[in-house]
């Protein structure tokens, strides 16, 4: 497998053709995977704002004052206002705010983020990745670049680890998992659970040369990879119903002894 990432990349504006942009500056083969960074497509959609336009709640106020407490650093509760508009569930409120996006996705503040954000406030996730991902496809193919899939990517903390990695938004052309479940594993048991999110795996391998911060490259080519002969899935984010540790936090309280 071959990772390359696309360099010369200019400032992304509103309405900017991503699709464009990339085709000009890499060559794409029929099996490719292209990621893009979440970063420049919600540039494209002009998915900016600032944090006046954030009328302050209660609610909002009442989040950033007890952050700030805990914290001992005054919060703007703009941006709190902000990151409850973008969400459509508050799983923790303190000591930060962990959210489910329009989309699915479980993550810090919304996912909403204040760097690289050159004429604004904030820049908010794309509203919806997967049609985003789409829509750059159908911009190869409509330059005669077939067969290659898209990932919207962003970088995500985890649980029980320490550090980001890329993760997937949204994704077309290809499943998100491999389903291995039904396979036999080296002495012939049969596989029950697994299941490989090759969507987050690519999205990592390919934050392995796009870089971070001033550094970094908003799109990778990846080549010379293969689904392979196996069950694929679309099913990445977990239902309220298989989620354990939603269900749990739903039940939890920042400062409760027990």
């Not at 923790?92 to 989309?103: K, M």
């Not at 193919?141 to 903390?157: F, K, L, Y």
């Not at 040369?209 to 990778?220: D, K, Y």
């Not at 392979?228 to 540790?245: K, Y």
């Amino acid at each position: 497998m071959e990772l390359e990432p696309v360099t010369d990349v200019p400032e992304i504006r509103p309405g900017d053709d991503i699709a464009a942009l990339v085709a000009d500056r890499a060559t794409l083969e029929p099996g490719d995977v292209l990621t893009v960074a979440s970063t420049i497509v919600s540039k494209a959609d002009g998915r900016t704002a600032d944090l006046e336009a954030y009328p302050v709640s209660g609610r909002a106020r009442e989040i950033a004052d007890r952050i700030g407490a805990l914290t001992d650093d005054e919060k703007d509760p703009r941006f709190a206002q902000a990151v409850l508009e973008e969400s459509t569930e508050l799983l923790i409120d303190c000591p930060f705010l962990l959210t489910e996006t329009r989309f699915g996705h479980i993550c810090v503040n919304a996912g909403i983020d204040r760097s690289n954000v050159p004429d604004h406030d904030l820049l908010l996730l794309p509203d919806r990745p997967a049609k985003s991902a789409e829509r750059i496809r159908t911009g190869l193919v409509d330059r005669g670049i077939d067969d290659v899939a898209v990932i919207v990517t962003d970088t995500c903390g985890r649980p029980f680890r320490h550090g980001q990695r890329g993760v997937a938004l949204g994704w077309a052309g290809m499943p998100a998992s491999r389903d291995w479940r039904g396979e036999l594993d080296r002495d012939g048991r049969e596989l029950g659970v697994t299941v490989q999110s090759v969507v987050d795996e690519l999205s990592s391998a390919a934050n392995l040369v796009a870089g971070e911060g001033a550094g970094g490259t908003p799109a990778v080519v990846v080549r010379d990879w293969e689904f392979g002969d196996v069950a694929g899935s679309d099913e990445l984010f977990r239902s309220v119903e298989d989620d354990l540790i939603r269900r749990a936090l739903r039940q939890w309280e920042w400062g409760e002894d027990r």
